[in-house]
């Protein structure tokens, strides 16, 4: 008998298959099921880590911040195969865990780790939510949303247990992004909101720093509204070199806010410049290696000389831009 382990993910938009799994039994199945949601929850864990690090961080810096609590969860609904998953993860309902990013309030209590079961959010049962009966990402879109929305009117938000527990969370101050790890490819892409990494993405084998100066350099995009900009502005070659400039030169301040050594994001271009020009970065349109770390230098004398007392570097003060960012309102 075949099973297809076919898994949708979070990443709002992608759903991916595994291989599909000839399993000969259905213990061996929802053991391959297990293996799948594991091996893509630890490389998210990783994602988000650096994430929440980076977006809180730089909180007092970003126009857009807002209380957040760290927590990522999965519905079953996402998922290609429902209650093949649902067996797997034993759960009785549809919401888990997937991530408590390290160091964010839901990671610091202690009692989110992963594919516990969620039945209730805030005022809300997400469950009696209507969905689709399988890959619906829909749902879960919402229940973040949700969660949003109640941290910004309440500062906090209390989630319930299957076992009948609850835990109440107050909010933090965080920029407004969500990380996402698409189930395939291996690109970077900041896209307004959001910031989606492939888990193919090789940075997933780099060590910390590097990796968190790569999803830095996404998160600039984002903070500078980059994709707005081009959308006014035309997405011209010129165009784009430019914010491309800007996220590279922003990477040192938010790796310094965020904790990481600033010269990280220099580290990052002298030992993972592609010969062909780029997997993380389109090629064509973006600068030479040199020329990039020649940037990122400049800017790491300029923290130096601005850095405050408590090791804060202010690029909401500090950092000149290089396009008008009101250019085309
Ligand atoms: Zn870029």
């Known amino acids: 008998m075949k099973s297809g382990a076919r898994l949708c993910a979070l990443a709002g938009v992608l759903c991916f298959s595994t291989a599909p799994v ?3 039994d259905t213990a061996e199945s929802a053991q391959a099921q297990l293996s799948a949601i594991k091996a893509y929850q630890d490389t998210d864990q990783k994602l988000q880590n650096v994430g929440w690090a980076l977006i809180r961080g730089n909180a007092e810096f970003c126009t857009s911040a807002a209380p957040s609590i760290g927590l990522q969860l999965h519905d079953m609904a996402g998922y290609g195969a429902p209650d093949d998953v649902r067996a797997a993860l034993e759960l009785k309902g549809d ?3 997937q991530t408590a990013a ?3 309030p839901a990671g610091l209590s202690g009692v989110f780790e992963p ?4 039945v209730s959010v805030g005022a809300e049962k997400p469950m009696t939510w209507a969905a689709e009966e399988r890959l619906d990402w829909r749902r879960l879109t919402r229940l973040h949303d949700y969660i949003d929305t109640v941290l910004a009117e309440q500062g906090g938000v209390t989630v319930g247990f299957r076992d009948g ?8 101050a965080a920029c407004r992004t969500r990380f996402e790890l698409a189930p395939t490819g291996n690109r ?8 989606v990494i492939g888990r193919e993405f090789e940075g997933f084998g780099y060590p910390e720093e590097l990796l968190a100066a790569v999803v830095a350099h996404e998160l600039a995009h984002n903070l500078m509204e980059h994709r707005a900009w081009l959308t006014r502005n035309k997405r011209t070659r010129r165009n784009v070199k430019a ?7 922003l990477m040192p301040w ?5 904790g990481y050594d600033p010269r990280a994001a220099l580290r990052f271009f002298d030992r993972y410049r592609p010969s062909s020009g780029g997997l993380l970065f389109i090629p064509g349109t973006h600068d030479k290696w040199q020329d990039r770390m020649d940037r990122v230098a400049k800017e790491l004398a300029r923290i130096e000389s601005i850095r405050r007392d408590d090791g804060k570097a202010d690029w909401a003060l500090h950092f000149k831009r290089q396009i008008d960012p009101d250019k085309g309102l």
């Open 22 to 24: 000839s399993a000969g």
């Open 95 to 97: 919401f888990a865990v």
């Open 102 to 104: 390290l160091g964010s």
């Open 115 to 118: 594919n516990r079961e969620i």
């Open 165 to 172: 527990s609850t835990a109440a969370l107050a909010g933090v």
């Open 188 to 195: 970077a892409v900041a896209e307004g909101k959001r910031v």
């Open 243 to 249: 914010t491309e400039r800007e996220a590279d030169r």
């Open 254 to 258: 938010l790796l310094i806010n965020a």
